[in-house]
């Protein structure tokens, strides 16, 4: 692997080689090919993200289905946090949809984690949760090794990917 096209790896965690659905919080990356990728967060069967045309909240089975079917390269990350299902409905249900760096599909996941805003970036985020043990073990969906880990990119490629999106 190439470490130095990635701002974040996850070869130090622990992999899971069959998804099991996680109880816990799960935070879900998509697109990890991808610059920005885009993410999202579970609660035991029920998914959720800020997108730019609206926001989504699905039964993971669903989710899997979608991305088995599109060949989505992903990794959805157990992280050691409890939540209730109700206060992640909340949470996202204060956002309309994602349209700046500021208000990106990181906001609510910040908002639940209770993260700073000075985080704007999703390896900044997993640096965060990684030093302080909050992520347990991945598993990853159509990716290789050699995949694993979120390319580099700075704000300004979130800003440009918004106005491809909204042109």
């Not at 899971?16 to 998509?30: D, T, V």
Request: charged share 25%; with cysteine; proline share 4%.
């Amino acid at each position: 692997m190439d470490k130095s096209r990635f701002d974040f790896t996850f070869e130090h965690l622990k992999p899971n080689n069959c998804y099991e659905e996680f109880e816990g919080l799960s935070l879900w990356i998509f697109h990890i090919d991808k610059v920005p990728p885009h993410v999202g967060l579970s609660v035991g069967d029920m998914f959720f993200s800020l997108k730019s045309n609206g926001r989504d909240e699905i039964p993971i089975i669903k989710l899997i289905q979608l991305i088995d079917k599109k060949e989505i390269k992903s990794v959805v990350l157990n992280l050691r946090v409890n939540i209730f299902l109700s206060e992640v409905r909340r949470v996202f249900s204060l956002y309309d949809r994602a349209f700046s760096v500021k208000t990106s599909c990181l906001a609510p996941i910040k908002e639940v984690l209770n993260i700073s805003e000075n985080v704007t970036k999703l390896s900044e985020l997993l640096s965060h949760l990684n030093d302080n043990n909050i992520l347990s073990e991945y598993h990853g969906f159509n990716v290789t090794e050699s995949e694993l880990g979120i390319l580099s990119y700075g704000p300004e490629d979130i800003e440009k990917r918004f106005n491809r999106l909204h042109a």
